[in-house]
């Protein structure tokens, strides 16, 4: 059975960057599973996957506009310094979520200035072409529940 969508795909991956640095993999982890076609993953990887069978293994490169976008300089701003709380130790790299009007976001402390932060709220992956190493582990047809969630059956059961 082909990867299409409306089916779930496991897969198994590393992601390096262009540096061949591993910035994530499944190792040691049950395969990622996701509805094909929902846009669950990034669209340059599931692109990169459309009519890969079981078994099959390969590499994905993926840039930045099918990614996770380019950066954008107007996501970083100073914000005031009493905004966190008082006693919060706030540290360069720490990351933190923030709920604004495009919903649910990871915003990354940048630098500490005095009485204010520099926040960025770029995704971390934002600018950087991304390479998959993948095997695809198992495609089936997703069930009625789950092309409604948009979710394989058992993904909100993790922990």
């Known amino acids: 059975m082909e990867v299409a969508n409306k089916r779930v795909v496991s ?3 590393t992601l390096k960057d262009t540096e061949g640095n591993v910035l994530d993999s499944s190792e040691g982890r049950e395969p990622l599973a996701f509805v094909h076609g929902t846009q669950s993953i990034i669209p ?13 293994s390969g590499e994905v490169t993926v840039q930045p506009e099918d990614g996770y976008g380019e950066r ?13 709380q008082a006693d919060a130790e706030i540290e360069p790299g720490m ?24 926040i ?5 992956l934002a600018g950087q072409t991304l390479h998959f190493d993948v095997k695809i582990a198992g495609v089936r047809d997703a069930s ?8 394989p059956d058992g993904a909100d059961e993790e922990a």
């Open 44 to 56: 340059g990887l599931e692109k990169g996957i459309e009519g890969w069978k079981e078994g099959d």
């Open 144 to 151: 009625e529940t789950e092309l409604e969630s948009g979710q």
């Open 11 to 13: 897969i198994e991956y």
């Open 95 to 118: 990351r933190f979520q923030a709920v604004g009007e495009q919903g649910a976001q990871i915003i990354t402390v940048v630098e500490l200035r005095d009485d204010k932060v520099l």
């Open 120 to 124: 960025d709220a770029n995704h971390p």
């Open 72 to 84: 954008t300089d107007e996501l970083q701003q100073e914000v005031p310094r009493d905004i966190f």
